[in-house]
Nanobody, 123 residues
Framework: QVQLVESGGGSVQEGGSLSLSCAAS????????MAWFRQAPGEEREGVAA????????YYADSLKGRFTISQDNASNTVYLKMNSLNPEYTAMYYC????????????????WGLGTQVTVSS
């Protein structure tokens, strides 16, 4: 069993930045993905970014490449999401996920989920 705890959400003005953290209660195998998803009210949960192989491989949603950066601190089992140039469309609950059951990295078929952290971007 792995517990995931997100932090770092909040309110920010358009164009601003936020950094999210996801602390995992224990190490997951280097083959396991850790990912960030987001879900706005009335919308489906969508993949934001993922990291695997202890940080050697990363994936991003096409629309977020260059704006968001996912990274990992292996010593503390923590995954980070640095978000730059935020716009109001990015307002959502952001979730951390770990251990994909298979398939694409952005398929929300992960075993473990955090409770989420709210990001609100105002214009």
């Amino acid at each position: 069993q792995v517990q995931l705890v997100e932090s770092g959400g909040g309110s920010v003005q358009e164009g601003g930045s936020l950094s999210l953290s996801c602390a995992a209660s224990k190490y997951t195998h280097r083959r396991n993905y850790m990912a960030w998803f987001r879900q706005a009210p009335g919308e489906e949960r969508e993949g934001v970014a993922a990291i695997v192989a202890r940080g050697l491989v990363t994936y991003y949603a096409d629309s977020l490449k260059g704006r968001f950066t996912i990274s990992q601190d292996n010593a503390s089992n923590t995954v980070y999401l640095k978000m730059n140039s935020l716009n109001p469309e990015y307002t959502a609950m952001y979730y951390c996920a770990a251990v994909s059951r298979g398939g694409r990295w952005d398929s929300p078929d992960y075993i473990y989920w955090g409770l989420g952290t709210q990001v609100t971007v105002s214009s």
